[in-house]
């Protein structure tokens, strides 16, 4: 099986845009999760998408939004960037044991450079 | 919510020595608890994981211990090589609401020294 896609790899913006980032998940993965990774605040939990339908959600602000599709892929946006935006940001696919998502795999991440 | 520590934050060791990663969690609710393994400039990636019925998992050079009572697991990496120098993330994952909660530790940089 294919592993979890996001494109795009690498991204630079600048203040005040928006970006859209994009996550593919593994085949018959149905829970998309989504993370900001950054050397001094390791792995954040920015929110879960099952069905189409958020599920969870950290705590971020408002500029970051999700979501998913009928076939599973997500997306998400960050509007008006910040500096502080600039992160890996991975995306995690899980399959359902019991009706709950499981073992997460993850994406290779999209580096958001914002100058 | 659940908090994940994780000890220590670098550490080298001698090429074919045993490296051993701890981390404790505070929710008793939590029973899934995966070991990521992170290459520079790629996703974290899964290499062993433990459910809370069992207290010691094996993959070759790989192992994971858990004790529930304590609220701590360990990873431990014998013989290394090169090649496990990477950064190694623990998490404690619960069902919580119909959805896992999953909480990342901060990460122990590994280095193997040729």
């Known amino acids: 099986k294919a592993g979890v896609t996001q494109t795009p790899r690498y991204l630079i913006k600048t203040r005040g845009q928006q970006v859209t980032l994009s996550c593919s998940p593994i085949s018959g993965h149905r829970s998309v999760s989504w993370y900001q990774q950054t050397p001094g605040q390791g792995l954040q939990f920015l929110f879960e998408?099952?069905?189409?339908?958020?599920?969870n959600k950290g705590n971020f602000p408002g500029r970051f939004s999700g979501r998913q599709f009928s076939n599973s892929r997500s997306e998400m946006n960050v509007s008006t960037l910040e500096l502080g935006d600039s992160a890996l940001y991975l995306c995690?696919?899980?399959?359902?044991?019991?009706?709950?998502?499981?073992?997460?795999?993850f994406g290779p991440g999209t580096r958001l450079t914002v100058l | 919510g659940e908090n994940v520590e994780q000890h220590p934050s670098t550490l080298s060791v001698q090429e074919g020595d045993s490296a051993v990663i701890k981390c404790t969690y505070s929710d008793s609710a939590s029973n899934y608890f995966p070991w990521y393994k992170q290459e520079l400039g790629k996703g974290p990636q899964l290499i062993i994981d433990i459910r809370s019925n069992v207290g010691e998992k094996k993959d070759q050079r790989i192992a994971v211990t858990l004790n529930k009572t304590a609220k701590h697991f360990s990873l431990h990496i014998t013989e290394t090589q090169p090649e496990d120098s990477a950064v190694y993330f623990c998490?404690?994952?619960?069902?919580?609401?119909?959805?896992?909660?999953?909480?990342f530790g901060i990460g122990t940089k590994l280095q193997v020294i040729p």
């Open positions: 998490a404690a994952s619960m069902n919580s609401g119909g959805y896992q909660k999953v909480t």
């Open positions: 995690a696919s899980s399959s359902l044991l019991a009706g709950v998502a499981d073992t997460q795999y």
């Open positions: 998408y099952f069905s189409e339908t958020q599920r």
